[in-house]
C-alpha cells in the first residue's frame, strides 16, 4: 500500500526504498488514501503513470507482460507525456478502440479544451500560444502519441465541441490530425463539416 501511494505521489526516495525492502509493484490492492473505497483496486505501476515523474514509473520496471494498455489509459488521463513515451516504447498499442482509432489521443485532446479554460483565466495568450508559466501538457502528450503512430477517430457528432479545442493547436498538429481524417473512409464528410466555420478555415490558410 505505501508503494502504490509513493508511486501516486511521484515520491523516487521513497518508491526506491521500499523497492530495495521487496515491495511488488504488481500487487493490486487501495492507496493510503481510498483504505475505505472496497471498489477502488490499483497497482504501483497504474498510480506512477499518473504522477509527473517518469523516473518512478522507470523504477519500477514495466515490461510488456504488463497492463500496457490500462497504463496507457492512467498516462493519457493527465496528458503524462513522459509515461506515454515510455509505455508507448515498450510496446503499447495506441489504437485501442473497435474503429482502430486512439482513445488516449482522444483524452489528450480533452485535456487541451481544460487547459484552454485555464488559459482564459489565467491569462490572454495567442490562440496557440503557451503560458509561460504553465506549458501545456495536452500539446506535449499529443506530440508524442501522433509520434508514435495514434490515429484520430474523433465522432462526428461532437465535431462542435472538438472544433473549439482544434484551432487551439499549433498548425503542425492540426494538419496532422486533419490529414488523418481525411484519410479515413468517409473523412471528406467529417473534414467538410469541421471546415464548415471561418475561424477554422481562416486559420488553415496559413498552413502551408
Known amino acids: 500500500m505505501a508503494l502504490r501511494q509513493f508511486a501516486h505521489e511521484g515520491n523516487l526516495k521513497w518508491v526506491s526504498l521500499l523497492m530495495w525492502a521487496g515491495a511488488d509493484p504488481r500487487s493490486r490492492g487501495p492507496t493510503v488514501e481510498d483504505t475505505?473505497?472496497?471498489?477502488?483496486?490499483?497497482?504501483a505501476l497504474h498510480e506512477a503513470c499518473e504522477s509527473g515523474n517518469v523516473d518512478v514509473l522507470k523504477r519500477l520496471r514495466p515490461n510488456p507482460s504488463d497492463d500496457l494498455a490500462g497504463m496507457l489509459e492512467r498516462a493519457a488521463y493527465r496528458a503524462n507525456s513522459g509515461a506515454l513515451e515510455h509505455l508507448l516504447a515498450l510496446g503499447a498499442n495506441p489504437n485501442d478502440k473497435p474503429d482502430g482509432g486512439s482513445?488516449?489521443?482522444?483524452?489528450?485532446?480533452?485535456?487541451?479544451?481544460?487547459?484552454?479554460?485555464?488559459?482564459?483565466?489565467?491569462?490572454?495568450?495567442?490562440?496557440?500560444?503557451?503560458?509561460?508559466q504553465k506549458p501545456s501538457s495536452g500539446?506535449?502528450?499529443?506530440?508524442?502519441?501522433?509520434?508514435?503512430?495514434?490515429?484520430?477517430?474523433?465522432?462526428?457528432?461532437?465535431?462542435?465541441?472538438?472544433?473549439?479545442?482544434?484551432?487551439?493547436?499549433?498548425?503542425?498538429?492540426?494538419?496532422?490530425?486533419?490529414?488523418?481524417?481525411?484519410?479515413?473512409?468517409?473523412?471528406?464528410?467529417?473534414?467538410?463539416?469541421?471546415?464548415?466555420?471561418?475561424?477554422?478555415?481562416q486559420y488553415l490558410a496559413f498552413c502551408e
Open 36 to 43: 475505505d473505497d472496497s471498489e477502488w483496486s490499483t497497482t
Open 139 to 201: 500539446r506535449s502528450a499529443i506530440r508524442v502519441l501522433l509520434r508514435h503512430g495514434a490515429v484520430w477517430t474523433p465522432d462526428v457528432s461532437t465535431l462542435d465541441a472538438t472544433r473549439r479545442i482544434l484551432y487551439k493547436l499549433e498548425p503542425d498538429m492540426l494538419v496532422a490530425l486533419l490529414g488523418q481524417l481525411r484519410a479515413r473512409e468517409n473523412g471528406e464528410a467529417a473534414l467538410g463539416e469541421l471546415l464548415r466555420v471561418r475561424q477554422l478555415r
Open 103 to 132: 482513445s488516449a489521443l482522444d483524452a489528450c485532446l480533452r485535456i487541451l479544451g481544460f487547459e484552454e479554460l485555464d488559459r482564459v483565466e489565467h491569462g490572454d495568450f495567442a490562440i496557440y500560444q503557451e503560458s509561460p
